[in-house]
């Protein structure tokens, strides 16, 4: 089983659906949780980080069950440039350990 | 604030070859990382700086891989002798440290390697 495991993809919506995506991890002492976006042959940048029970920012929001060891990402009213790989990480401090998913592609359409 | 900047994007040599990647991190953060993605893969952990010291090279594939962070600022990862299961983009990210927000890494462009 992978540390983190994300959603297979890919994911197709119209603009302004709603998409959910989840993540697992299977480290308990995993630490803090972060959503990357990742555009085609481009570096991953910070979408968002998730500490606590999670965070909105505008159209997106995070969610951390650590109960079930799991975080999901909620994209609202998707638009034409949310279209890429959406990264889920797990950083483990005791170790400055740091796990990627596999990533989950997002295509949004007119 | 300028953010991480690698060295070279793009990089083609034969098998065999040395190439040397460079990192420079954010001025001010202690932490370093260097990732690699092979084609059709995920993101893997290669190894963490603090400062000059390595805290974690367990990601390193073999003896054939060398980094390096001498003073603590700018990085470099020698590849010697290169071979074809190295090509792939090799990313590097640097934190701040522990802590809210500071654990937060932010990536280089990537340096794109191909080995033929």
């Known amino acids: 089983r992978k540390e983190v495991e994300q959603d297979p993809g890919p994911f197709n919506v119209p603009e302004g659906a709603t998409v959910a995506f989840n993540c697992t991890y299977s480290?308990?002492?995993?630490?803090?949780f972060f959503w990357y976006r990742q555009d085609c042959r481009k570096e991953p940048k910070l979408l968002m980080s998730?500490?606590?029970s999670g965070n909105e920012d505008g159209r997106f929001t995070a969610q951390l069950n650590r109960a079930s060891q799991y975080i999901s990402l909620l994209i609202r009213d998707s638009k034409l440039s949310d279209s890429a790989t959406y990264l889920c990480v797990v950083f483990w401090a005791g170790g400055f350990k740091t796990i990627f998913g596999a990533g989950t592609r997002l295509f949004v359409k007119a | 604030e300028a953010g991480v900047t690698q060295f070279p994007s793009h990089s083609v040599i034969e098998k065999g070859q040395t190439v040397t990647l460079r990192c420079d991190p954010i001025s001010g953060h202690d932490n370093l990382y260097w990732y690699r993605r092979v084609m059709g893969k995920e993101i893997k952990f290669l190894l963490h700086f603090v400062k000059e010291s390595k805290q974690d090279e367990s990601g390193m594939p073999n003896n054939r891989f060398l980094a390096e962070r001498t003073g603590g600022t700018y990085s470099t990862l020698k590849v010697q002798p290169a071979e074809l299961e190295d090509s792939g983009v090799y990313f590097c990210a640097s934190s701040q440290g522990l802590g809210a927000l500071k654990e937060t890494q932010y990536f280089g462009p990537g340096t794109r390697l191909l080995v033929l």
């Open positions: 998730v500490y606590s």
């Open positions: 480290n308990s002492a995993s630490q803090s």
